[in-house]
T-cell receptor
Framework: ETGVTQSPTHLIKTRGQQVTLRCSSQ?????VSWYQQALGQGPQFIFQ?????ENGRGNFPPRFSGLQFPNYSSELNVNALELDDSALYLC??????WGLGYTFGSGTRLTVV | DAKTTQPPSMDCAEGRAANLPCNHS???????VYWYRQIHSQGPQYIIH???NNETNEMASLIITEDRKSSTLILPHATLRDTAVYYC?????????????FGKGTLLTVNP
């Protein structure tokens, strides 16, 4: 059984640029969620994807967008990067039955300079 | 989802039981209590969850009070590798959006 893998592990971008983060969900999981974790804080929910459609969104602006592919992998895109977007971005996969728990990846550390 | 309150930090001696409390006084009938932990530089890891009854798995035990307003996560024999931030989360079983609402959690430090 493979876990959740995220790429890249670290990334440095300049303010105003665009970034794409990638996530491969755990085998058999059909739902992917993305979280942003600022330093010293708990993860904050960005959005969730199920069957290639957005299935709930947190308090993040439209420049945060995502995709889910037929193989359940996912991308997080952030446009017009701001300094405050510097954070650890976590991907979590699960089965539609939430009771089985979420499996998180180790995250992508994004630094915006 | 109901809000949770946890102490910011706790210490525990290696080999002893670690008891991490969580207050969720506004929990409603269809909300579950979940526990996750996050070891430094890793993603959160699912530990255990429960509704009303006490639960036990290979990692921990979860004790939920009868009124469901608080719970305790018990690590029976803490090791140095259990040093992590522990998050108590209340999650609604209904609806289609199963987001996890994390607070700041409890930093558990297991000392040799």
């Amino acid at each position: 059984e493979t876990g959740v893998t995220q790429s890249p592990t670290h990334l440095i971008k300049t303010r105003g640029q665009q970034v794409t983060l990638r996530c491969s969900s755990q085998s058999g999981h059909n739902t992917v969620s993305w979280y942003q974790q600022a330093l010293g804080q708990g993860p904050q929910f960005i959005f969730q994807y199920y069957r290639e459609e957005e299935n709930g969104r947190g308090n993040f602006p439209p420049r945060f967008s995502g995709l889910q592919f037929p193989n359940y992998s996912s991308e997080l895109n952030v446009n017009a990067l701001e300094l405050d977007d510097s954070a650890l971005y976590l991907c979590a996969s699960s089965l539609r039955d939430w009771g089985l728990g979420y499996t998180f990846g180790s995250g992508t550390r994004l630094t915006v300079v | 989802d109901a809000k949770t309150t946890q102490p910011p930090s706790m210490d525990c001696a290696e080999g002893r039981a670690a008891n991490l409390p969580c207050n969720h006084s506004t929990i409603s009938g269809n909300e579950y209590v979940y526990w996750y932990r996050q070891i430094h530089s890793q993603g959160p890891q699912y530990i255990i969850h429960g509704l009303k009854n006490n639960e036990t798995n290979e990692m921990a035990s979860l004790i939920i009070t009868e009124d469901r307003k608080s719970s305790t996560l018990i690590l029976p024999h803490a090791t140095l590798r259990d040093t992590a931030v522990y998050y108590c989360i209340v999650l609604n079983s209904g609806g289609s959006n199963y987001k996890l609402t994390f607070g700041k959690g409890t930093l558990l430090t297991v000392n040799p």
